[in-house]
């Protein structure tokens, strides 16, 4: 079945350092690739998305580029605020007629003043 | 404005008791899930409904039900049957789209002591 997996954290960084969040991916077909962040307390909201191959996907800052021939949708931001503290969730969905998410364990970032 | 909305945020209840948690949504979704989320292991697909009056188990069904009379309302039953349900509970909609993201309520978390 579908998969995906992230680099585990906490993820440490400084003010103003650059972040990458690896993610990679095992999918039959063409799926569509996405970062969901959470906050503290809070439900998921979509950060970006990319539906196929060599899309770019980016919001915030952040960016992720879908590689079909790595399988790897790895997230960036050259330069990361204490706000970005959060829990990074990449997620596939399958190539069936219907939307079912798979989603990684997430990758907690803790970005320190 | 649109969204998600479940409730309670805090939910406590002694073992045995089954307990419902609410999900509505207005954003006019076909498809609604619930996922659990515990430390460590990202979301999990409870069960998910593509349309009114039928629903299908995710990957972790037992112990659990759900309903879905109305479009807008998709409430998750965790039942004495689940051996473990102390965690937090995400619902989420979608559009009948695989490209488009799924738009998530702000979660209860259950406590059963």
């Known amino acids: 079945g579908d998969s995906v997996t992230q680099m585990e954290g906490p993820v440490t960084l400084s003010e103003e350092a650059f972040l990458t969040i690896n993610c990679t991916y095992t999918a039959t077909g063409y799926p569509s690739l996405f970062w969901y962040v959470q906050y503290p307390g809070e439900g998921l909201q979509l950060l970006l998305k990319a539906t196929k191959a060599d899309d770019k996907g980016s919001n915030k800052g952040f960016e992720a580029t879908y590689r079909k021939e790595t399988t790897s949708f790895h997230l960036e931001k050259g330069s990361v605020q204490v706000s970005d503290s959060a829990v990074y969730f990449c997620a596939l969905t399958d190539s069936g007629g219907y939307q079912k998410v798979t989603f990684g364990t997430g990758t907690k970032l803790q970005v320190i003043p | 404005d649109g969204g998600i909305t479940q409730s309670p945020k805090y939910l406590f209840r002694k073992e045995g008791q089954n307990v419902t948690l609410s999900c509505e949504q207005n954003?006019?979704?076909?498809?609604m899930y619930w996922y659990r989320q515990d430390p460590g292991q990202g979301l999990r697909l409870i069960y998910y409904s593509q349309i009114v009056n039928d629903f299908q188990k995710g990957d972790i069904a037992e112990g659990y039900s759900v309903s879905r009379e109305k479009k807008e309302s998709f409430p998750l039953t965790v039942t004495s049957a689940q051996k473990n349900p102390t965690a937090f509970y995400l619902c989420?909609?979608?559009?009948?789209?695989?490209?488009?993201?799924?738009?998530f309520g702000p979660g209860t978390r259950l406590t059963v002591t």
């Open positions: 954003l006019n979704h076909d498809a």
């Open positions: 989420a909609s979608s559009i009948r789209d695989r490209d488009d993201e799924q738009y």
